[in-house]
């Protein structure tokens, strides 16, 4: 199973970027799919998680209203759109894949990681 993740860059304070997460060799949509994040120095959080069959979702308090996660099983991608981009959320975004169906928000939970993809956001 690989998850590679990608669509990190630099933005200023306000502004958005789409992540993308790219899954190839498991059933894509019988698993839970989520981001989480790690800046410097500090623990790798979670950010949003989706679940599989009712796409239910789940987000940390930081970005709700700011962030949406979403899936396409046909494309075996998950994406996260982050909007009102703020200096605090700048991290390494990790993508990750669980066998279980609901969304999982701690990280013991997933069983697969991407690589990571950088935001970078200018006050």
């Known amino acids: 199973v690989q998850l590679q993740a990608s669509g990190g860059g630099f933005v200023q304070t306000g502004g958005s970027l789409r992540l993308s997460c790219a899954v190839s060799g498991r059933t894509f949509s019988r698993g839970a799919m989520g981001w989480f994040r790690q800046a410097p120095g500090k623990e790798r959080d979670f950010v949003a998680a989706i679940s599989w069959g009712d796409d239910s979702t789940d987000y940390a308090d930081s970005v709700k209203g700011r962030f949406t996660i979403s899936r396409d099983n046909e494309k075996n991608t998950v994406y996260l759109q982050m909007n009102s981009l703020k200096p605090e959320d700048m991290a390494v975004y990790y993508c990750?894949?669980?066998?279980?169906?609901?969304?999982?928000?701690?990280?013991?939970?997933?069983?697969?990681w991407g690589q990571g993809t950088q935001v970078t956001v200018s006050s």
């Open positions: 990750a894949a669980s066998v279980k169906g609901c969304a999982q928000l701690r990280r013991d939970r997933y069983d697969y």
